[in-house]
Nanobody, 117 residues
Framework: QVQLVESGGGLVQAGGSLRLSCTASGSGFSISAVAMGWYRQAPGNQRELVAAITYDGITSYRDSVKGRFTISKDNAKNTVYLQMNSLKPEDTAVYYC?????????WGQGTQVTVSS
């Protein structure tokens, strides 16, 4: 059984920062061998991809977070991070970690990020 567990969400004022973590465990799942992504979903909106990192460390971002968010990973800890700076109220959402291998796609339970104006 593969588990992805997010942490680090919370309430922050506009302009502030948060760092999300996603730790993978179970059944031989290694982030060093797969691509991982951070998604978010705001109320009434569809889930959207925020940032992704390939198995070899190539990163990509949606336009609205470029220059503010940074995705990274620590293969030894089997953990992916999302550093979020200069947060805006429109970044408010539940943030989910996602990864997959030949067995399928896995999602974390989500962590709430709320940015007050």
């Amino acid at each position: 059984q593969v588990q992805l567990v997010e942490s680090g969400g919370g309430l922050v004022q506009a302009g502030g920062s948060l760092r999300l973590s996603c730790t993978a465990s179970g059944s031989g799942f290694s982030i060093s061998a797969v691509a991982m992504g951070w998604y978010r979903q705001a109320p009434g909106n569809q889930r959207e991809l925020v940032a992704a990192i390939t198995y070899d460390g190539i990163t990509s971002y949606r336009d609205s977070v470029k220059g503010r968010f940074t995705i990274s990973k620590d293969n030894a800890k089997n953990t992916v991070y999302l550093q979020m700076n200069s947060l805006k109220p429109e970044d408010t959402a539940v943030y989910y970690c996602q990864g997959g291998d030949y067995r399928g796609a896995y999602w974390g339970q989500g962590t709430q990020v709320t940015v007050s104006s």
